[in-house]
């Protein structure tokens, strides 16, 4: 296959294909990186069907909230489709890409209850991916209020294993304005994102399929789930953070933030802004050695990944698996202190732009008039998620939902 160049570094022998999985998020169907995911998980050999929302739905959580009309009262994001649609339907130019009206996670109730059932060759996903989000998910409080998760916590909930993943990047962005080659000579964010993380994807499948406990197949036992962050991909400038390792990490600690209230004396209106505190970041389960997400994103270039379980109870005695970041993370999650990090996309693999080049990400339909018109802007993001960092953002309300 075209991506055993990749990983070949990563003694995986066999790349297993054709999985089942469904694939939503919360920045809507039309975004830059769901697309790319789902063309990269496609191209890994994978029956992938998108189910997302008609528009941006950041920042719900797992509510759910399912479409009061039968039909779109105003156009979908990017004018997809137009307003009078249908609720619920496709992309003009891809029955694999259903969109619906509701909140992230009635997305994934849609897609196993109906869309599933009735209009694809399975009704069970094997996996589910979620995201890339358009900014980071770190921290239990975002746990709880991220979309990206909710719809990460509700397909868990349905016993499906699930993989949620947050980009630094927090600008939403169209999927037709992916591009082939950024300034720099590069692929696209979305792209590297796209293929990182259906290359990590891959190695849980893999993981899983050549366990001793293959005969269930299962990627993840039931309650179990993955959280992603990714850090700033630069490919829009130079080629500082194209190739990101995956590091073991814990959802807190190390400055996980939660909010705080802030009034505004002119407005008479509140606002919120980022508050890291010890209740947000006490370890109770888990490796408490390994770093949080927040100290992992800080680092150089490294991606985070936490293991968890939709088990809220406090835990009493023994887990039943002993240690289960070595029982279920493949070996592309490395330590943060292990030597000679391999990057996410495989050792010193290409991330050059270029239509010859892009195997795995993007659908070939840039369009240069919005490529410039972001290409800037785009990249004035945080660039330093320190929770002092974080503490000082001002714009409250409107920073933080961009980051959900
Ligand atoms: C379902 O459809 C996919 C894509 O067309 C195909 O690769 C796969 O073999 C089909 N699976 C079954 C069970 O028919
Ligand atoms: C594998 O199966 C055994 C026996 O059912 C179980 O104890 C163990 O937890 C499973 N391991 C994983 C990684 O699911
Ligand atoms: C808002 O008003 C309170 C109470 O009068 C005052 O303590 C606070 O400094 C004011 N904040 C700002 C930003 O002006
Ligand atoms: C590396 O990190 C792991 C997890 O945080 C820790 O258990 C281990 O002791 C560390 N090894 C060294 C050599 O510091
Ligand atoms: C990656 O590049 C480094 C430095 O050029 C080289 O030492 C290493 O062998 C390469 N690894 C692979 C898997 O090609
Ligand atoms: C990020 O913030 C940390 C803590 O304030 C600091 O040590 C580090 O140098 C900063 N990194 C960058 C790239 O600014």
């Not at 746990?143 to 947050?166: D, E, N």
């Not at 829009?236 to 209230?261: E, H, L, Q, W």
């Not at 802030?262 to 509140?270: A, L």
């Not at 039943?320 to 070996?331: G, I, K, M, N, R």
């Amino acid at each position: 296959m075209k991506t055993t160049s990749l990983v070949a570094s990563l003694t995986l022998a066999v790349s297993v294909q054709g999985l089942n999985v469904l694939i939503t998020n919360d920045d809507g169907f039309g975004t830059a990186n769901i697309r790319a995911m789902y063309h990269a998980m496609t191209a890994l050999g994978h029956n992938c069907y998108i189910v997302a929302s008609s528009s941006d739905q950041s920042g719900q959580g797992s509510r759910l909230i399912f479409a009061n009309n039968a039909k779109l009262t105003s156009d979908s994001e990017f004018g997809i489709v137009k307003s009078g649609a249908p609720s619920i339907g496709t992309d003009p130019n891809d029955d694999h890409i259903w969109y619906y009206n509701g909140s992230p996670a009635t997305q994934v109730l849609v897609a196993l209850d109906y869309v599933l059932p009735n209009h694809a060759n399975f009704s069970v996903p094997d996996l589910v991916m979620a995201g890339p989000n358009y900014g980071p998910n770190i921290g239990p409080f975002l746990y709880g209020i991220s979309g990206t998760l909710g719809a990460t916590q509700t397909a868990i909930a349905r016993g499906i294993p699930a993989i949620g993943y947050a980009g630094t990047y927090g600008t939403q962005t169209a999927y037709y304005d992916i591009q082939s080659s950024t300034k720099a000579g590069l692929q696209d964010p979305a792209t590297i994102m796209g293929r990182l993380a259906a290359n990590l994807a891959q190695a849980f499948i893999d993981k899983a399929h050549s366990s001793s406990n293959s005969s269930t197949g299962r990627i993840l036992p039931l309650g179990y789930g993955v959280s992603v962050n990714f850090p700033l991909i630069s490919s829009f400038t130079d080629d500082s953070c194209v190739n990101p390792p995956y590091i073991r990490a814990r959802m807190t600690g190390d400055g996980a933030f939660t909010s705080k209230a802030v009034f505004n004396n002119d407005t008479g209106i509140f606002g919120s802004a980022n508050f890291a505190d010890d209740g947000t970041n006490m370890c109770i389960n888990g490796d408490c050695s390994l770093p949080g997400e927040v100290e992992v994103l800080n680092s150089d270039c490294k991606s985070s990944v936490v293991l968890f379980t939709i088990d809220y109870d406090a835990p009493y005695g023994e887990s039943s698996l002993v240690d289960p970041y070595t029982a279920l993370l493949p070996d592309m999650v490395q330590l943060n202190n292990a030597t000679n990090l391999v990057g996410g996309l495989g050792a010193n693999a290409s991330v050059a732009g270029g239509a010859s080049t892009s195997t795995t990400g993007g659908n070939g339909a840039a369009s240069t008039n919005s490529a410039a018109k972001s290409g800037g802007s785009r990249l004035s993001v945080l660039k330093n998620l320190s929770s002092s960092t974080l503490l000082a953002l001002t714009a409250g309300v409107a920073v933080l939902a961009t980051l959900l």
